[in-house]
């Protein structure tokens, strides 16, 4: 396509220039993590030719030691194409290829080529789709796993924390029977529990790279050995186990594995906004609130409100988590730009997941350490306790529903208690009444 000037200070050849002569779009190149999938990838590409005899010992150990250093973020400078660029990746792949060849001849002395040599047995349109799936792998791995699992285990701290703490339970926001606080909190560990399941089955599909697909799938231009031997080596080196896809055409023409990832991840991110907003609310006051939660108390809440203290850590899960679920909307997009035998969506849909991903793991270690470690419960949920209305279900077995209702009706007409009111509308003893609306009795099966 004619001569291309590139900088003298830059490690990447023509194809690199052009793509970010043509891509001037976001400024927002592809992500540290994504870099370094390609390092190891390319690493374990070339272990593998060598092994297969298509490249001598001294080439494959010069490039493995310059994609190594790649994938270590030694010349993430090098790498500027944008995210919005060719739906492939070629721009990106490229850009590997020819900042490891650089690397590779400037550090050995031998003519080392992009495309015949650290691209050898591989195409865009593999190398793209495996590096999307073991960037993802690798952060979810080393960074989102030991996040929920510090939140899960603060939660489980605070549900036995606050199990001897009795308050009204709601629905649709109005009062409702008894609830242990620290039973709330055993919900909400579950939500991170299965959530943690759900990114186990995740995995296993992210651990499945389209590498040695090629062009379109069918594996031409490689040997029949080169994806399951590469993989071994990726493994290696990333130290990540992943192997070969047992369905190219699938791994190549459609987004499977991300938008399974993905939809997880839009789950978990629910399952935070409802806890957050549960612990807001449960937060709110000081004085004309629920305020049965007392928050940590991390920076002053307003410019012009002298005292007032805001649960700002919820609402930026809550904010953080919204865009997870904006993320996971764009892989749904990008899984739709799958025609044929090539997905043309791919730097987007690696950049949603991979945001997605960076987002869940730094908001879930924020909102353990700096809201959830510091919650403390107040008197306010105990105190309230005898006076809500719904107390009156455990009448229900023993007067009747409808005798029941009228009381909890009456009861909140006259601002008495329960308690107070079935004294005068039924022929039950205080000492029973006590027994029958023991709220101990109420947060829990009878026997």
């Known amino acids: 396509m004619g001569e291309m000037e590139v900088p003298k200070s830059a490690l990447w050849g023509a194809s690199t220039q052009r793509a970010v002569l043509n891509f001037p779009i976001s400024g927002i190149p592809m992500s540290r993590s994504f870099i370094r999938a390609l390092g190891y990838i390319k690493a374990g590409a070339a272990a593998a030719n060598a092994e297969l005899g298509i490249i001598d010992n001294q ?3 010069v490039i493995i030691s310059a994609s190594l250093s790649v994938a270590e973020g030694k010349y993430d400078e090098h790498f500027p194409v944008d995210v919005f660029q060719t739906g492939s990746g070629t721009s990106t792949n490229m850009n590997a290829n020819e900042v490891i060849a650089t690397i590779s001849s400037e550090q050995s002395g031998l003519k080392i080529h992009p495309n015949d ?10 190398v793209i789709p495996s590096a999307l799936h073991l960037s993802a792998l690798i952060e979810i791995e080393e960074s989102l796993c030991p996040s929920l699992l510090n939140l899960q285990t603060s939660l489980n701290q605070k549900s036995e924390e606050f199990m001897s703490v009795i308050k009204t339970g709601r629905t649709h926001l109005m009062d409702a029977t008894p609830i242990r606080l620290g039973q709330e909190f055993v919900g909400y560990a579950g939500l991170i529990e299965r959530s943690l399941d759900r990114l186990l089955l ?105 005292g007032k203290v805001n649960p700002v850590i919820p609402e930026a899960i809550i904010q953080a988590s919204s865009q997870v679920i904006a993320c996971d909307t764009a892989l749904v997009q990008s899984g739709q730009g799958g025609y044929f035998e090539l997905n043309t969506m791919l730097p987007f849909a690696a950049h949603n997941l991979l945001q997605a991903v960076s987002l869940l793991s730094s908001s879930v270690e924020v909102f353990a350490t700096k809201c959830i470690d510091g919650l403390e419960a107040t008197n306010k949920g105990p105190e309230l306790l005898m006076s809500g209305l719904m107390l009156a279900t455990t009448l229900a077995p023993v007067i009747g529903y409808e005798k029941a209702a009228k009381i909890a009706k009456e009861a909140h007409k006259s601002g008495q208690t329960v308690l107070e009111t079935s004294l005068e509308l039924t022929d039950l003893s205080e000492e029973e009444l006590i027994e029958i609306l023991n709220p101990e009795k109420m947060v829990k099966p009878s026997d």
């Open 59 to 61: 080439m494959k150990e």
């Open 202 to 306: 995740a995995k296993d599909e992210l651990s499945l790279l389209a590498l040695g697909g090629t062009a379109v799938g069918t594996g031409v231009n490689t040997k029949v050995k080169f994806p399951e031997l590469a993989c071994q080596y990726i493994s290696k080196f990333s130290g990540i186990d992943v192997y070969e896809t047992d369905n190219h055409f699938l791994a190549q023409s459609s987004l499977d594995g991300a938008l399974t990832t993905s939809g997880v991840l839009r789950g978990l991110a629910v399952s935070l906004q409802k806890i957050a907003n549960d612990i807001r609310l449960m937060g709110s006051g000081p004085r004309s609130g629920i305020a049965e939660l007392s928050l940590p108390a991390v920076q002053p809440g307003s410019s012009i409100m002298p």
């Open 117 to 126: 040599h650290v691209n050898q047995g591989q195409s865009s349109n593999d």
